[in-house]
């Protein structure tokens, strides 16, 4: 079976530097701006999806659509969507064909959805996780990798499948 379209492997055994790409509303606009820093400090590209600036009017879609799209494309390797619950930003980004986000609040799912299910977004509520937990989570997600074994394959060959279809 082939692997799906985007399937992500991170980065390496040696820890390369990834592209990553982050996107926020004003729920997550001051963790995005925190976990940005933290990234670059840690040597990885960081593409920034917006919000460019603190704006409570502004809506989650403008700005994980986007980056959902870049991590579908490949032109980012993994992303990082932020909005108050992380619930509207996890539901937008899905409705990208080749993303795989997930809402994660703990280090199992952290690593678990790479490992299993090929998961290239972690969605994070800005509103719900303080900073220290929240770059836990980002630096598990990065150094996770796509197990390959034939029954995540299988399942992931299922979803891909739905995205066709419609």
Same mark, same amino acid.
């Given at each position: 079976?082939?692997?799906?379209?985007?399937?992500?492997?991170?980065? @390496?055994?040696?820890?390369? %530097?990834?592209?990553? @790409?982050? *996107? *926020?509303?004003?729920?997550?606009?001051?963790?995005?701006? &925190?976990?940005?820093?933290?990234? $670059?400090?840690?040597?990885? #590209?960081? /593409?920034?999806?917006? #919000?460019?600036?603190?704006?409570? #009017?502004?809506?989650?879609?403008?700005?994980?659509? %986007?980056?959902?799209?870049?991590?579908?494309?490949?032109?980012?390797?993994?992303? &990082?969507? &932020?909005? +108050? !619950?992380?619930?509207?930003?996890?539901?937008?980004?899905?409705?990208? /064909?080749?993303?795989?986000?997930?809402?994660?609040?703990?280090?199992? !799912? /952290?690593?678990?959805?790479?490992?299993?299910?090929?998961?290239?977004? &972690?969605?994070?509520?800005?509103?719900?996780? +303080?900073?220290?937990?929240?770059?836990?989570?980002? !630096?598990?997600?990065? /150094?996770?990798?796509?197990?390959?074994? %034939?029954?995540?394959? $299988? $399942?992931?060959?299922?979803?891909?499948?739905?995205? $066709?279809?419609?």
């Amino acid at each position: 079976m082939k692997t799906p379209k985007n399937s992500n492997h991170g980065p @390496g055994a040696a820890g390369a %530097p990834l592209t990553v @790409g982050i *996107a *926020a509303d004003h729920g997550g606009f001051e963790l995005k701006e &925190i976990l940005a820093g933290k990234l $670059r400090e840690a040597g990885h #590209d960081v /593409a920034d999806f917006g #919000d460019a600036k603190l704006q409570p #009017d502004d809506d989650f879609p403008d700005f994980v659509v %986007p980056l959902a799209r870049a991590v579908a494309s490949g032109s980012v390797a993994r992303g &990082i969507a &932020i909005c +108050g !619950s992380g619930v509207g930003a996890a539901v937008a980004a899905n409705k990208v /064909a080749g993303a795989r986000a997930c809402l994660v609040h703990d280090g199992f !799912s /952290a690593h678990q959805g790479v490992e299993d299910d090929d998961m290239n977004v &972690i969605c994070l509520g800005g509103l719900v996780v +303080g900073h220290a937990l929240a770059w836990e989570l980002i !630096s598990i997600f990065l /150094a996770a990798k796509f197990s390959g074994a %034939p029954r995540f394959r $299988r $399942r992931l060959e299922k979803v891909a499948g739905l995205e $066709r279809a419609d």
